[in-house]
């Protein structure tokens, strides 16, 4: 028995992707192949947007969704495939929708999403719903990858740098000497009774857009990675916008102070870009301390240990 254990748990671990078979393979790349030169255009378009620092964290969701994929490959190798033709309905009529969306609805985020509605189609077609099951989250996770519509951006990010504009204005009146007062995402600052010229303006690279989304993304990373309870998982996650939020707070009040008390060229430029950066590994720290909090609070019963309960036989010896 000893042996049959540590020969399966031998074979489970040898298991590669080539397992698969090349039959398997064929079809992976004639699906990615037409998926491609379908949305060529689409992709390419992400692909440039991703050279902005604002979206760069697009180059790393990709890798990711592999990286999930590959956790789940036990379980994906020892599936047997059962096509759904519930994915081939769900396929025909996403293909469909793609060239009345470029005729008719004139949407380009709409058609972004759909590669993804297409690749999770083609994956329930080909390996029906067991499949799904273990490659739903890599496939949902390239969401992220996908740089928001101008429009959708500027509706989120102008409450944001609005707000990071009025709690920057109300630490930095803390300073003696130093009035501080927002007009909308323009702060103006007087300083020792003198106005200081120009105006910080907490610009759109300030909204904190690009640390709340690749935060977010690597929330879920993390969220999924980690073997905690279901409630923690969801909480860890949710933590990641008011955790992106307050760094960026932190962000905005520390370069006024830096362009008031120091000088605005160290509050601009790859500066700038230095301090956004350093926001990071603040946001990480606080995540991990949220996660250590109720790691160290909320202990699992289960993984305590039993105590060792002895059991004594007492036997009656007859006087004759």
Known sequence: MAYSSNSSETNASSQSWADLGIHAYVK??????????LFHVQVYSCVHLWQNPSWSHGFLIPLFSLYFLNQRKKEILSLQPRPSYLGLVLLIFCIALFPLNLVQFKVGYFSQLLVLAVLGSAVLFVGGWQTIKYTWLPIAFLFFAIPLPDRLLKMITIPMRIAAAEISTVVLSLY???E?????????VVYKGIKIEPAMDVAEACSGMRLLMAFLALGVAMAYLHYRPFWQRIVLLLSTIPIAILCNIIRVTITGFIYVLISPKYAQGIYHDMLGMAMLPLAFGLYGLLAWFMSSLF?????????DVVVRKRTNSSVS
């Not at 202990?299 to 105590?307: A, F, G, L, R």
Request: overall charge negative.
């Open 28 to 37: 992976i790349v004639i699906i990615g192949a037409l998926i491609t030169w």
């Open 176 to 178: 003696p000497n130093l």
């Open 180 to 188: 501080a007062t927002a007009n909308g995402v323009v702060i103006d």
């Open 299 to 307: 202990v699992d019963e289960t993984d305590q240990p039993q105590s």
